[in-house]
Nanobody, 125 residues
């Protein structure tokens, strides 16, 4: 069972920056697909924000592209999400995930036992 511990969330003004961190246990981040998701409210499902594959290929949701950057430090087994030019609509709980393939993560979107506690980001205008 993989455990993810997210941190770095805070309250910031629009235009500010934050860097989120996620320590991944059990898996070696260099060998697995990693991603960040965001849930904007408890009623909404987790939405995929950014992904980083084992070949270092990245993908981003259109509304964060150019502002957010996903990266990893394999020596620390840690995944990061650098968030710049934050907007009020970026508010939400951010979660990271790591697994052998993206589809394994996507099939667990509604399984709360799969996810860590997340880290809260509040962006004020």
């Amino acid at each position: 069972q993989v455990h993810m511990v997210e941190s770095g969330g805070d309250s910031v003004e629009a235009g500010g920056s934050l860097r989120l961190s996620c320590i991944v246990s059990e898996y070696k981040t260099s060998k697995y697909f990693v991603a960040w998701f965001r849930r904007s409210s408890p009623e909404e499902m987790r939405a995929k924000i950014a992904t980083l594959d084992t070949d270092d290929k990245t993908t981003y949701a259109g509304y964060v592209k150019g502002r957010f950057t996903i990266s990893r430090d394999n020596a620390k087994n840690t995944v990061y999400l650098q968030m710049n030019d934050l907007k009020p609509e970026d508010t939400g709980v951010y979660y990271c995930a790591a697994d052998r393939a993206e589809w394994l993560i996507l099939q667990r979107l509604y399984d709360n036992n799969y996810w860590g506690r997340g880290t809260q980001v509040n962006v004020t205008s």
